[in-house]
């Protein structure tokens, strides 16, 4: 007799749609703040996208150690072992804390270097208010850090309605907020950052306050006395730093990418961060803690089951998806008051992300989410890495520094980037070593 799935249909639509909403409302945060500083012009637009690539990279560092201790969480949950996964979860929440406090230091104590050593010489207007704008976001890292870690221990007990709930009321904050600071008290790009920073407090407060409920598989109470336990951080680390460094490496990717676009112009760099803009609220179908409790359960078959449908999912959602944004697009470009030049390059280029995105986009990602819940996280960082610097980086210096093709250089490496990870990844998953690694 073939056991019943440890996920229903019904129990993994519980699980995804709140998930994919809340990935959706977070993307979303970004753009309320660009929508609403785009009115003070494109050196405003410019600065918030400049250091934007900037916080993006410091919070995929933070997300990858959260999602290293959700996939620790899941398997532990998986083979019933929850005063393990309670002691993972603690764990988890010291270490990222710690890392975000160091981290937040340091940029606050070189926020001018920084910027200087990344972007070099832009115009200085930009520079300006990039210098504001990193200042008051560099405040907020703890709060997101924090956050992820709460939102992820969560999920991991298959609760993802909440942090969407969370989501939903932190969005509406921040654009209240960006409304205020920016349009009625005149703050520029600081009050746009400051309105983030709140919302982001919000946020880690009401999940820290829900994980104190006893009642959860997994509470989470006591914080003072949280103590070092080198064994279980060692099983977080060892998920949760190649798949940082594979984040960070993408992100840091993405930097010197930045760094070409703004060497461009002033137009073009609003163009480019407001494409990215729109092209990241397709947002990604997580699956680590399906997968990640299925194999602490020991259900290999069931797991390579949920990465097939959970593909087949994330390919009618993200067809649906890009063309709902490149209807919305132009709307989005004219409400945001672009000056014509930059709207225009906006346009193009969502285009043809609409074109490309649905056809490789996903077997390139959503297969190594659940490699990395399995723990094959070696594979998929070298891989990732190796696609960033020579199929993405080097290629779109080259087409923009050679040929000077402007920020569209940068889609076209990007595309064969997608490209050749999605015939990696369709080759390892198809193989199944990644079935062979143990976490717990």
């Known amino acids: 007799q073939v056991p019943e799935r440890l996920y229903s249909n019904k129990k993994l639509a519980a699980l995804l749609i709140p998930l994919a909403l809340d990935q959706l409302l977070n ?16 050196a405003a637009i410019s600065a918030v996208s400049l250091v934007d690539s900037i916080n993006i990279l410091i919070v995929q560092a933070f997300f990858a150690l959260a999602s290293g201790g959700t996939v620790v969480c899941s398997h532990y949950l998986g083979c019933k072992s929850k005063d393990h996964a309670k002691e993972a979860a603690r764990q988890l929440v010291f270490v990222t ?10 940029c606050l104590v070189f926020n001018q270097q920084i910027l200087n050593l990344i972007f070099g010489k832009v115009e200085k207007d930009v520079m300006a208010g990039a210098k504001q704008y990193f200042f008051y976001s560099v405040l907020s890292y ?23 709930q969370i989501s939903i009321v932190s969005n509406f904050l921040n654009a209240f907020l960006d409304v205020i600071f920016v349009w009625v ?20 407060s009401i999940v820290l306050w829900k994980l104190r409920n006893p009642s959860l598989e997994i509470p989470f109470r006591n914080y003072f006395s949280i103590r070092p336990n080198w064994r279980e951080i060692k099983k977080i680390l060892n998920i949760g730093i190649p798949s940082g460094i594979e984040n960070s490496m993408f992100q840091f990717g993405k930097l010197a990418i930045q760094s070409t676009v703004s060497l461009m112009g002033t137009a073009a760099i609003a163009a480019q961060g407001m494409t990215n803009v729109i092209e990241n609220l397709n947002g990604i179908l997580g699956l680590m803690t399906v997968v990640g409790e299925t194999l602490g359960a020991g259900r290999k078959e069931e797991a390579v089951y949920y990465i097939k449908k959970l593909c087949i999912i994330a390919e009618i959602t993200l067809a ?12 989005i470009t004219y409400f945001g008051g672009m000056e014509p030049e930059s709207a225009k390059l ?36 070298t891989v990732s890495v190796l696609c960033m610097w020579f199929c993405r980086v080097s290629l779109v210096i080259f087409l923009a520094r050679a040929y000077h093709m402007g920020p569209m250089a940068v889609w076209i490496g990007m595309f064969v980037d997608w490209g050749v990870r999605n015939i990696i990844f369709t080759i390892r998953f198809r193989s199944r070593k990644w079935l062979n690694h143990e976490v717990i």
């Open 320 to 331: 649906v998806s890009c063309l709902i944004f490149y209807l919305l697009v132009r709307p």
């Open 185 to 204: 008290f005149h703050w520029g790009v600081a009050g746009s950052a400051i309105a983030t920073a709140g919302s982001r407090f919000f946020s880690m």
């Open 97 to 106: 804390l710690m890392l975000s406090l160091i981290i937040g230091a340091i």
């Open 27 to 42: 993307s979303f945060m970004g753009t309320i703040d660009t929508l609403v500083v785009s009115n003070l012009g494109s």
């Open 346 to 381: 906006c346009i193009y280029m969502v285009t043809w992300i609409s074109i490309v995105k649905p056809l490789i986009w996903i077997m390139a990602f959503i297969p190594a989410y659940g490699l990395r819940a399995a723990g094959d996280v070696k594979f998929s960082m």
């Open 142 to 164: 703890p709060f997101i850090a924090l956050y992820n870690d709460g939102a992820c221990i969560l999920r991991a007990q298959n609760n993802s309605k909440f942090p969407m």
